[in-house]
């Protein structure tokens, strides 16, 4: 039976046809000025994001893959160091270590929040680690907090994959501002989101930042003068500029997403053999996903389709069991248990900011329905 609601799990048109106006705005900016890649634009939403970040620089690039492989050369990381990250994530945390010429070191996550267990990562340091790098995922803030102290304790560096948490916060402070660097993406799906690729590096070492910046472009220091090797990744002025008309409207996204998410909470926490999200405390969950567990999935998934409710699965199936990389990844000694049932549990319902009332009352109805259907 039909609710007579289609839920699309996200709908960008709605986003586009919103930030319009702005963003043409912007573009007449960037067309004025006849500078179309590394112009004011793109020093003015490195500043602002930077400072929305609580840091001191930001450095524009051409994706969030991007932001964490130049990150981890800036800041030092040579083949044959070992990063420790985690496999519950997707694949470009992954190839940026890869493409680093790093070794991933896979460690398993806290059942609660899904998040870099940090006993686990301290476990698995050795002579040859180089890097922590966490992943906030699905917009909660991983513990960089007990991973930073570690870090330190250890001598490594901590490298925050920041992708899918633009402005989560722990005890007020935003992520990106607790490691040696915070890497964003603004793939159109994330919380702010460009109109195509783009990322950014921010950081309080201005050191690291200009190493970023000549990375990012053939290794100039000045015109036509190349201080080290470099390659070419750019955020361009246009989608500078998108970001620059969106980003005022972030904390209001946010806001909305975390509504969403209490009325999912209010609504669904009743029902048996559903698992909702937990918050940390002191940790400001953004919600970039809305990810739910049930040990039968597979057929609440089915059921939520059957009535016009679109899922995803944000990853069925973690990095190290990936064929074009399992052979890349060294898993850490007390393996990775919970990462491996999460991904037969975990399911995304749709929440993001342009989601209409009527469409999470269809998307409660039919998971009310689904999980307890007499
Ligand atoms: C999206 C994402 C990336 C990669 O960002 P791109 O801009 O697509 O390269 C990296 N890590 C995580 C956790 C992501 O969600």
Not at 191 to 216: I, Q, S
Not at 294 to 310: A, H, I, K, Y
Request: hydrophobic share 40%; proline share 4%; glycine share 10%.
């Amino acid at each position: 039976m039909r609710t007579g609601t289609e839920v699309p799990f996200l709908d960008l048109r709605r986003r586009i046809e919103a930030l319009g106006p702005e963003v043409q705005r912007q573009v007449e900016r960037v067309a004025a000025s006849g500078r179309l890649i590394l112009g004011d634009l793109g020093r003015e939403i490195e500043d602002r994001f930077a400072r929305y970040c609580g840091v001191d620089h930001g450095v524009g690039v051409g994706s969030g893959t991007d932001a964490l492989w130049l990150a981890l050369l800036a800041a030092g990381v040579e083949p044959g160091d070992e990063v420790i990250t985690v496999s519950n994530t997707c694949v470009p945390t992954i190839a940026a270590i890869l493409q680093a010429g790093a070794t991933p070191v896979m460690v398993d996550v806290d059942p609660t929040t899904m998040t870099m267990d940090p006993e686990a990562a301290e476990a698995a340091i050795t002579d040859r680690t180089r890097c922590l790098l966490p992943v906030h995922l699905y917009g909660q803030a991983a513990d960089v907090v007990a991973l930073a102290r570690i870090a330190d304790a250890h001598g490594v560096l901590l490298i925050e994959d920041c992708a899918q948490a633009h402005g989560a916060e722990i005890d007020g402070r935003r992520v990106g501002s607790f490691g040696t660097a915070g890497c964003f993406s603004f793939y159109p799906s994330k919380n702010l989101g460009a109109f195509g690729d783009g990322g950014m590096v921010v950081t309080d070492d201005a050191e690291l930042a200009e190493r970023v910046r000549l990375l990012r472009f053939y290794g100039y220091g000045e015109r036509n003068r190349a201080i080290t090797r470099g390659f070419n990744s750019r955020l361009d002025e246009v989608q500078a500029g998108v970001l620059l008309a969106a980003l005022p409207h972030l904390d209001a996204w946010t806001g909305r997403r975390r509504a969403l998410a209490a009325r999912y909470h209010d609504r669904l926490a009743a029902l048996e053999g559903l698992m909702l999200p937990a918050e940390a405390a002191g940790r400001t969950h953004v919600y970039h996903l809305y990810v739910v567990r049930s040990e039968r999935r597979d057929e609440l998934r089915r059921r939520l389709t059957g009535r016009g409710v679109q899922t995803l699965v944000h990853y069925p199936v973690p990095v190290h069991l990936q064929e074009g990389y399992a052979d890349a990844c060294t898993i850490a000694d007390h393996g990775l248990a919970v990462t491996e049932e999460l991904a037969g549990r975990i399911l995304s319902l749709p929440l993001y900011p342009e989601l209409r009332d009527d469409e999470i009352e269809a998307v409660i109805e039919a998971v009310s329905d689904a999980v307890d259907p007499c």
